[in-house]
């Protein structure tokens, strides 16, 4: 099964920009990656297993892997029971983040964290695919 991976944030409010910046580094080694601010807005354009990278400010970090899309500040309505509707496998990947203000920019610390979910999506995607 392809996975397929969805970059959420919005880059404007400081470390929620960090699933985005995420994206952009496995988009820049070639893995396909739909970008959004919130996860809601594209559902409806996913299918098979789904790797969410989002920022989050109650996940450890530098990032934590959740299956049941139920990380603390995430986004409404739950993902889980939308993913479970559609037939989607959702793997949630919620990258540490402490500072969420408007134009304060990625913070140096959620930019590593997102550089870690980053190399650990790229290995579980190629893992995934070598199974095939």
């Known amino acids: 099964m392809d ?3 969805l970059a959420v944030g ?15 580094l496995l988009a820049g080694r070639g893995v396909p990656v ?23 400010r109650g996940c450890r970090p530098p990032f934590e892997l959740v299956r049941d899309a ?9 993902l889980s029971s939308l993913a479970e509707k559609l037939g989607i496998e959702l793997v949630v990947v919620g990258i540490h983040g ?4 408007m134009f304060s ?4 610390d959620a ?8 190399e650990f999506v790229w290995n579980m995607i190629n893992t995934s695919r070598e199974g095939k």
């Not at 739909?34 to 920022?55: H, Q, S, W, Y």
């Not at 139920?70 to 739950?78: A, D, I, R, V």
């Not at 402490?98 to 203000?101: D, H, I, L, Q, V």
């Open 3 to 5: 996975v397929m991976v």
């Open 10 to 24: 919005n880059p404007f409010r400081g470390d929620d920009g960090a699933g985005i910046y995420a994206g952009r």
């Open 34 to 56: 739909v970008f959004a601010e919130t996860p809601e807005n594209v559902m409806g354009r996913l299918k098979g297993r789904v790797i969410v990278l989002d920022a989050c």
């Open 70 to 78: 139920s990380l603390p500040g995430t986004h409404k309505p739950n």
């Open 98 to 101: 402490r500072r969420f203000e």
């Open 105 to 108: 920019g990625l913070s140096r």
């Open 111 to 118: 930019e590593e964290n997102a550089r870690r979910a980053a």
